[in-house]
T-cell receptor, first 115, second 115 residues
Framework: KQEVTQIPAALSVPEGENLVLNCSFT??????LQWFRQDPGKGLTSLLL?????REQTSGRLNASLDKSSGRSTLYIAASQPGDSATYLC??????????????FGKGTLLTVNP | NAGVMQNPRHLVRRRGQEARLRCSPM?????VYWYRQLPEEGLKFMVY????????ESGMPKERFSAEFPKEGPSILRIQQVVRGDSAAYFC?????????????FGQGTRLTVV
């Protein structure tokens, strides 16, 4: 059974700092890995999708890497801003069990960027 | 093209009442997925529906919960005789084909509070 762990559970940084959020998963047989942002009381916003054959994806100040063999992904945020404050969720879509649609989520990292 | 639309955004029910949560998929999407986010927990898969068919309901509680996606109209997640433990955020995602390698897009969610 796939399990996704995100470390740290919470992170507080000053504005302008570069930071890394970590995600690990137990079953490396995945279709893809997706990073989401969730603002308090709001829905999920898709940030980056990395296919299993890819090593990284970039969007603006965000860069996500994937090391499928070791079951790890990192989300790098450059020059953090107060507007980046949110919970960041990592989710994998795995191959096992024959389903190609189930996402397994981590519990998230709550990021606070202080002005 | 509007995104996945969920309503209501917030729903308060007394114990024993019924809750109906609606999800209108993105235009052209015929596959719908429901997830539940309990307090302090990650999102968990509940059910996958295609128009008029339940494909996978392995994540649904065995009692009181049901889901449908009729030929016309939104998908409905129905919870009968709600209990306090049903209080959670319920999210819906949709896709034009079974997700596989495609990106997942979620609605804003419905926050159910049982009092």
């Amino acid at each position: 059974k796939q399990e996704v762990t995100q470390i740290p559970a919470a992170l507080s940084v000053p504005e302008g700092e570069n930071l890394v959020l970590n995600c690990s998963f137990t079953d490396s047989a995945i279709y893809n890995l997706q990073w989401f942002r969730q603002d308090p009381g709001k829905g999920l916003t898709s940030l980056l999708l990395i296919q299993s054959s890819q090593r990284e994806q970039t969007s603006g100040r965000l860069n996500a890497s994937l090391d499928k063999s070791s079951g790890r992904s990192t989300l790098y945020i450059a020059a953090s801003q107060p507007g980046d404050s949110a919970t960041y969720l990592c989710a994998v879509k795995d191959v096992s069990g024959g389903s190609n649609y189930k996402l397994t989520f981590g519990k998230g990292t709550l990021l606070t960027v202080n002005p | 093209n509007a995104g996945v639309m969920q309503n209501p955004r917030h729903l308060v029910r007394r114990r024993g009442q019924e809750a109906r949560l609606r999800c209108s998929p993105m235009k052209g999407h015929s596959h719908v997925y429901w997830y539940r986010q309990l307090p302090e927990e990650g999102l968990k898969f509940m059910v996958y529906l295609q128009k008029e068919n339940i494909i996978d309901e392995s994540g649904m509680p065995k009692e009181r919960f049901s889901a449908e996606f009729p030929k016309e109209g939104p998908s409905i997640l129905r919870i009968q005789q709600v209990v306090r433990g049903d209080s959670a955020a319920y999210f819906c995602a949709s896709s034009p084909v079974p997700q596989g390698f495609t990106e997942a897009f979620f609605g804003q969610g419905t926050r159910l509070t049982v009092v």
